[in-house]
């Protein structure tokens, strides 16, 4: 391995712990957190999606 990678290496990880000591406190918990934004589609009322059959055997997706 060349020098100048393990030197980057090197500072990605004193990166990551420098960042995880100092904004421990500030992370969120991903079980607690409610998002502040709403979320819409550009649309209103009913829409089709025409390239997809609507028969459930003949697309995988519906199993998703």
């Given at each position: 391995?060349?020098?100048r990678?393990?030197?980057?290496?090197t500072?990605?990880i004193?990166?990551?712990?420098?960042?995880?000591?100092?904004?421990?406190?500030k992370f969120?918990?991903?079980?607690t957190?409610?998002?502040s934004?709403?979320?819409?589609l550009p649309?209103?009322?009913e829409?089709?999606?025409?390239?997809?059959?609507y028969v459930?055997q003949?697309s995988?997706n519906w199993?998703?």
């Amino acid at each position: 391995m060349k020098l100048r990678f393990l030197w980057q290496q090197t500072q990605q990880i004193a990166g990551l712990i420098y960042a995880a000591v100092r904004y421990s406190d500030k992370f969120t918990n991903k079980d607690t957190y409610i998002g502040s934004v709403e979320y819409s589609l550009p649309f209103n009322g009913e829409w089709v999606d025409l390239r997809k059959p609507y028969v459930e055997q003949k697309s995988s997706n519906w199993r998703i």
